[in-house]
Every structure is written in structure tokens, then in C-alpha cells.
């Protein structure tokens, strides 16, 4: 069975950096695009940045300049590198995966989510 574990989450003051990271275990072939989500009080789900396994990142609007995505593909890792953090940057973090795992075969992949990680900015 495929896990993602998010860590790093906590309380900082706006103006400082936390780093996220999410570790993938399970009997895995493989691993496509990786992810970071979050989800404030009462808003729906959004996209924060996505990397491909060859490195190519892409951000959200709202994040650029500020975050920084990057993984480790030989210990299925991706991580999160927030800077500049403001309050409206609290919400859960999740970490998302295209997993090909032994559940479905080497050739088939699907997505995977972490629990989450809370990350509060507040003076």
C-alpha cells in the first residue's frame, strides 16, 4: 500500500520560511508528477506547485518568487521550500504523488494524497 507522509508544518511569523516534506513508501515502480496542495479555513482545495520526475516546476499564481518545489526521485521525496511566508499562506498542506505501485502494475499509475500538514503564519 502506497503512503505519503507530509512533515515540517508548524506556527511562523509572517516574513519567515518553513521547508515542507513528504516522503512516498510502498512498493513503487515509479513516480510521475509530484504536487503540493493546501486548503485554507473554508476554501476549497487549490494547487501551490507541481514538478515532473525530469525537474520542471510549476506554481501558483499566489506563490511565485516565494516557493520553491524540488524533489529526490531515488528516495521518493518532494519538498517544499516557503519563503516570505504571509498569513493568508495558512492552511493544510498536501503532498500529492502519480504513483505506479505494485497495486495496479508498472505501466498503470494513480493518485496518491498525504493526511496533510498544518501550517499557521501569525504574528
Known amino acids: 500500500q502506497v503512503q505519503l507522509v507530509e512533515s515540517g508544518g508548524g506556527l511562523v511569523q509572517p516574513g519567515g520560511s518553513l521547508r515542507l516534506s513528504c516522503a512516498a513508501s510502498?512498493?513503487?515502480?515509479?513516480?510521475?508528477?509530484m504536487a503540493w496542495y493546501r486548503q485554507a479555513p473554508g476554501k476549497e482545495r487549490k494547487l501551490v506547485a507541481t514538478?515532473?520526475?525530469?525537474?520542471?516546476?510549476a506554481y501558483g499564481d499566489s506563490v511565485k518568487g516565494r516557493f520553491t518545489i524540488s524533489r529526490d526521485n531515488a528516495w521518493n521525496r518532494v519538498y517544499l521550500q516557503m519563503n516570505s511566508l504571509r498569513p493568508e499562506d495558512t492552511a493544510v498542506y498536501y503532498c500529492n504523488a502519480d504513483v505506479a505501485s505494485v497495486n495496479d502494475g508498472p505501466n498503470h499509475s494513480r493518485a496518491y494524497w498525504g493526511k496533510g500538514t498544518l501550517v499557521t503564519v501569525s504574528s
Open positions: 514538478i515532473t520526475r525530469g525537474g520542471s516546476a
Open positions: 510502498g512498493v513503487i515502480f515509479s513516480i510521475n508528477d
